[in-house]
Every structure is written in C-alpha cells, then in structure tokens.
C-alpha cells in the first residue's frame, strides 16, 4: 500500500468516525483490511446526526490526498489503475455528497457529484457497484430537475441502464419528471410527503419553487386579476401569509431579471397583475395552465 493510500485511509476512518459518531475500534473491521473498510454499508435511509463542519474539515484535507493518488490520474489507463485507491476516493465523493446535503450546500453537491459520476459509469467495469449508487443518482436526477436542468436530466438518462431505472429511488424521480411534462404541476405539488428517502427533501423543495414560478408565470400571462384564496390553491399554499411571501419573492426575481412590469399586486383579498392582458372570455384556469406549461417543457425537452 503506498504512502498516499494509507494516508486517505487513515483520514477516511477518521471520517468515518465523526460521521457515525463512533470510535475507531466501533467500525467492525476484524482484519484491519482495506477491503474491510470498504464494505462498511451506508443506510441511507437513516437520517445522521453529525458534526457536520468537523466532517467538512477532513473532507478537504482529503481532497488534497486524492489529488497526489496515482490510480486518480487520467492519463494513466484504466487497466493500471488500483481499485482501492479508485474505490477510497468513491467512497470520499459519496460521503461528501451527503454532508453537502446535510449542509444544504447545493454548490458543492454538483461539484462532489460531478466527479462521482466518473466512477458509477466510466469504472463499472472494474470496480463493484456501490450500494449507495442508485439513490445518489436519484438526488442528482432530481437536483438536474429542481434547477430546471432538462436536457442535462435527459443526457444522464442516457447512460443510467434500464435496470436501475426501475429502481426506486431512480423511478421515483422518472415519474415526477413526466408528471411535469404531462403540464400534471397540482399532482407533483401534493407530493412532498411520499419521498423515498430523506435526503430528497432539500431538492424536492427546490423543484417546488420551480414549478410554483412555471405556475405563477402562466397565471400572470392568463389573466389581469386572482383571488388569493384560488392563488392559494393553485400554487399549493396553506396560508395566504405563504402566498404573499411568495409574491415578494417572485416579484424581486423578476425585478433583478430586469422585467419589472411582471409584478403583482394584492389589494382587497385579490392579486392584481401589471400585465395589460384583455379578457375575451372565462377560460377553466387550471387546465389552461397544465397544458400550456407541459408543451413548452416538452418543447425544451425535444430541443
């Protein structure tokens, strides 16, 4: 084993330690092996409790082992690579990953997930799929998703196998997002309780807000006037108070996206809209909106 293998190793049980909250002697490796450590099972089902800025601080003393880490060279062929070293550094990328959406730190999600991608796909010849692999997947399909990402969702489809699109954590997100192309925006707002796992809270909240500002769009371009009392319901709220924090928020994304006269107004229980729109006719709203908004995603989809 070479001195910046055993270094990593030594910094992962480290890791792992303040992750699960145990001592070293509780990691319940018998041999001490390498091989060992690897098989240690995330549940990712469970919710952790950790020290998360003492895990971010091994983490980036980590990245600086794995940079010196031969077998992480991409000039040096697959075949002449050492699938500890390759396996020490997927197991890094997964646990940061999760702290990172522990944290809440969506910018470093994508980064840990932009080079873990490199080891689900183009190493699945040589190394052992992670049992953690298809739920990881499923928060990064559902972050591309929440972030309003549809032709990079579709380019990663591509190379998730049929298989493990049935699975699901995969399957779940699948079915949202065809939910969204369908224009079916009301049905994937009453699924926020009916997530998989825990860890998809931080993007299903993100895709909320997505499909709220869609909604809010649509309603803005169809029509001069809304009850709150409807807005609520359209937009999935509970109190009006949430709905007129929403207005402030989708009114200063608007104004620093340069579109000021996008705003909205409340006045006597009703929201006004500063768009000029004439109405010719009464037209059913909801189905208006679900259907415009499913053929301009299905648009973006095909371009």
């Known amino acids: 084993m070479s001195s910046e293998l055993m270094q990593g190793v030594a910094l992962y049980k480290e890791l792992l330690c303040v992750y699960y909250n145990v001592a070293e002697s509780e990691l319940n490796m018998g041999s001490g092996d390498v091989g060992e450590l690897f098989q240690i099972k995330e549940d990712l089902t469970q919710p952790i409790s950790c020290d998360i800025d003492k895990c971010k601080e091994i983490l980036n003393k980590l990245k600086l082992v794995l940079i010196h880490l031969p077998s992480l060279d991409p000039l040096v062929p697959i075949g002449k690579k050492n ?57 990064y399909l559902l972050y591309l998703l929440s972030s309003n990402l ?26 949202l997002e065809q939910h969204i192309m369908d224009g079916y925006f009301y049905h994937v707002l009453t699924k926020k309780d009916d997530i998989p796992l825990h860890l998809y809270a931080l993007f299903i ?28 319901e359209l937009l999935r709220f509970v109190s009006e108070k949430d709905l007129y924090q929403f207005i402030g928020e989708y009114n200063e994304t608007k104004t620093s996206q340069g579109e000021c006269n996008l705003l909205w107004e409340v006045r006597d229980k009703k929201i006004y809209f500063n768009n000029q729109t004439v109405h010719v006719q009464d037209l059913p709203a909801l189905e208006v909106l679900n259907n415009t908004i499913g053929y301009a995603t299905e648009l973006e989809r095909i371009v």
């Open 150 to 175: 549809i032709g990079d969702f579709h380019m990663m489809l591509e190379i998730i196998s049929i298989q493990d699109q049935n699975d699901e954590y995969i399957k779940y997100v699948l079915e």
């Open 83 to 139: 699938t500890n070293e390759l396996l020490l550094a997927r197991h890094i990328l997964e646990k940061g990953v999760i702290i990172s959406i522990i944290d809440r730190d969506i910018k470093s999600f994508s980064i840990y997930m932009a080079q873990l991608i490199l080891y689900y796909f183009d190493y699945q010849n040589i190394l052992p799929k992670s049992e953690s692999q298809n739920g990881i997947i499923g928060m």
């Open 205 to 232: 909240e993100r895709l909320y807000n997505t499909i709220r500002y869609k909604l809010a769009d649509c309603i803005f371009a169809s029509s001069n006037c809304i009850s709150s009392e409807y807005a609520c």
